[in-house]
């Protein structure tokens, strides 16, 4: 069994510790949390396992990086904070454990990241002989491995299009949803998801890494956006009101362009309401999914529906990412210490958890 600590438990923490308990290979540690109203809770009421697991939260990093875990899922934020991140993640791979973690954007494509951002961890890696992979859902396995296993389907393929379309009413980060990608905000206030190359820097990774995958060289990486207000108010369940004329829905792309046309394409279709951008493609249900479209001989086209924590969709695509992150620990464990990515981390079958419910 390989001792696991999860690191954070918010939307994402909350699915790992579900995913480590499930996971036959890994046994739970430790628990870190921030929030001082967290510490002493156990485990399982955190990971909304309706049962305890004997494990208390704590906010003591020393003492649960000195037990000498194997492994760490770093589930906390990198949006805002990512110099504290990345010295987080630094000191757990000197630690000597495995990280894995969906909270560093320009580590998905480790091999351009930033030499500021990738240096810091090849050292950790030298001195401690950890390891990491930064991987998600979408940037993750929705524009890398999934459309490269699909396009291998394909006779001819002209464009890879990935797309995430949802209902972001749904999103339980109030700060993210607002402030971040400006929903409910006035239409002239800028975003900083929304930014100019702020997308390339989130998702041009994945074009890179699928680029590098088909063996086609990129001529450039551009971006195109489009936002849309509101109508008429609305009150979402989870964040209150949003109101009429201010921002309501986005839509932009991150193309990949391959001989002067974009042939791999990240699309994101993003709304508050139905109600707003109706023209705009909408998840056959109304509130989320991913998407792959190979344009080609066939033209194949695969939506992905994942739901969790009470149908939420959100949720559902946490839990996949996490999923993802978890199921390669033990890969990493008995691979040298390195930094990776997700060409280099096989997603595999989940075996021996067919049927399996932890007692």
């Known amino acids: 069994m390989i001792p696991t600590v999860v690191w954070g438990t918010g939307n994402v ?4 510790i ?24 156990d485990a399982g009421e955190l990971g909304g396992l309706g049962r305890t697991l004997g494990v208390a939260a704590t906010d003591d990093i020393a003492a649960a990086l ?3 875990p194997r492994a760490v899922v770093y589930a906390a934020s990198g949006d805002i904070r990512p110099d504290d991140a990345l010295a987080d993640i630094g000191r757990v791979i000197r630690a000597g454990a495995v990280v894995v973690t969906p909270s560093l954007y320009p580590l998905y494509d480790q091999r351009n990241a930033p030499p500021e951002l990738r240096d810091p961890v090849l050292a950790a890696v030298a001195e401690g002989g950890g390891s990491l992979f930064v991987s998600g859902v979408d940037p993750g396995w929705g524009n890398d491995v999934l ?11 002209d ?11 749904t999103y339980e980060q109030e700060n993210s949803v607002r402030h971040l990608i400006g ?4 239409m002239d206030y800028q975003p900083l998801m929304l930014a100019e190359s702020v997308p390339t820097m989130v998702w041009g990774g994945q074009i890179r890494l699928m680029a590098r995958a088909l063996g086609v060289e990129l001529d450039e990486i551009r971006e195109t956006m489009d936002r849309r207000a509101l109508d008429t108010a609305v009150t ?19 193309q990949g362009i391959v001989g002067g046309e974009p042939r791999i394409v990240i699309e994101h279709i993003t709304r508050i309401h139905a109600s707003c951008a109706p023209d705009w493609p909408s998840p056959p249900d109304g509130v989320g999914a991913h998407r792959v479209v190979i344009e080609g001989r066939p033209r194949i086209e695969v ?6 924590e009470g149908e939420n969709r959100s949720a559902g695509g946490n839990a996949t990412a996490v999923g993802r992150l978890v199921s390669a620990i033990d890969w990493l464990v008995d691979a040298k210490p390195g930094l990776y990515d997700a060409l280099d981390v096989p997603l595999r079958p989940a075996v021996g958890r067919l049927g399996r419910r932890p007692a």
């Open 13 to 16: 923490g909350r699915a790992a």
């Open 183 to 186: 929903m409910g905000h006035p």
């Open 303 to 308: 939506t992905v529906e994942a739901s969790d």
């Open 147 to 157: 459309p490269l296993l699909v396009s291998g389907l394909g006779t001819e393929v």
């Open 66 to 68: 000195a037990a000498r």
């Open 159 to 169: 464009v890879i299009r990935c797309q995430e379309i949802f209902d972001y009413s």
């Open 236 to 254: 979402t369940r989870t964040m209150g009101e949003f109101a009429a004329g201010t921002q309501g829905a986005v839509r932009f792309e991150v």
């Open 18 to 41: 579900r995913a480590v308990e499930a996971h036959p290979a890994l046994t739970l540690t430790a628990v870190l949390v921030h929030d001082p109203a967290k510490v002493g809770r």
